[in-house]
T-cell receptor, first 114, second 109 residues
Framework: DAGVIQSPRHEVTEMGQEVTLRCKPI?????LFWYRQTMMRGLELLIY????????DSGMPEDRFSAKMPNASFSTLKIQPSEPRDSAVYFC????????????FGPGTRLTVL | AQRVTQPEKLLSVFKGAPVELKCNYS??????LFWYVQYSRQRLQLLLR??SRESIKGFTADLNKGETSFHLKKPFAQEEDSAMYYC???????????FGGGTRLMVKP
């Protein structure tokens, strides 16, 4: 297995544009997590899904952020419209309750909003 | 509410010196604690979990419920240990992890 896959790896966009980040979890994992990492705030959980259903989205900063998981092998995190303060590294992680819930992280997407 | 605190943002030691990365938590129930590590240009990965009581790459961590701490220790630091270390906790909120702010460990030659 290639592990958790994220795309794109880097994204540079202008303020006001829509940004879509993509994640493919490890096959068979039943939970998926989106995190944001910044120097100031460290690693923050934005939202997580169990069996494709959003369980806790209290970490989503604003209505500009939305996440979907249409099936067990794909999730998106969308920012519309984007702002410079959204610049960060966004990580996706997945886990399997049968494996003590160890979370496996993707390589991250480095987002820069100009 | 559950919270994880890593008081040191940066810890710098010389090769061969002992290392202790501090982690304190607040949680009303019985937590499960983890240490994750992120080496330069690599993805975040699990280093160890308290329930396994294992030593990974020479690192150990003991859960102290009295002091609500889960400090990460290694008797002799190596240059390849230089990385970002995150302490994390999961409790009754299913499999959701709460991360500390992270500590950057720099091991100098």
């Amino acid at each position: 297995d290639a592990g958790v896959i994220q795309s794109p790896r880097h994204e540079v966009t202008e303020m006001g544009q829509e940004v879509t980040l993509r994640c493919k979890p490890i096959s068979g994992h039943n939970s998926l997590f989106w995190y944001r990492q910044t120097m100031m705030r460290g690693l923050e959980l934005l939202i997580y899904f169990n069996n494709n259903v959003p369980i806790d989205d209290s970490g989503m900063p604003e209505d500009r952020f939305s996440a979907k998981m249409p099936n067990a092998s794909f999730s998106t995190l969308k920012i519309q419209p984007s702002e410079p303060r959204d610049s960060a590294v966004y990580f996706c992680a997945s886990s399997d309750y049968r494996a003590y819930n160890e979370q496996f992280f993707g390589p991250g997407t480095r987002l820069t909003v100009l | 509410a559950q919270r994880v605190t890593q008081p040191e943002k940066l810890l710098s030691v010389f090769k061969g010196a002992p290392v202790e990365l501090k982690c304190n938590y607040s949680y009303s129930g019985s937590p499960e604690l983890f240490w994750y590590v992120q080496y330069s240009r690599q993805r975040l990965q699990l280093l160890l979990r308290h329930i396994s009581r294992e030593s990974i790459k020479g690192f150990t961590a003991d859960l102290n419920k009295g002091e609500t701490s889960f400090h990460l220790k290694k008797p002799f630091a190596q240059e390849e240990d230089s990385a970002m270390y995150y302490c994390a906790l999961t409790g009754n909120a299913g499999n959701m992890l709460t991360f500390g702010g992270g500590t950057r460990l720099m091991v100098k030659p």
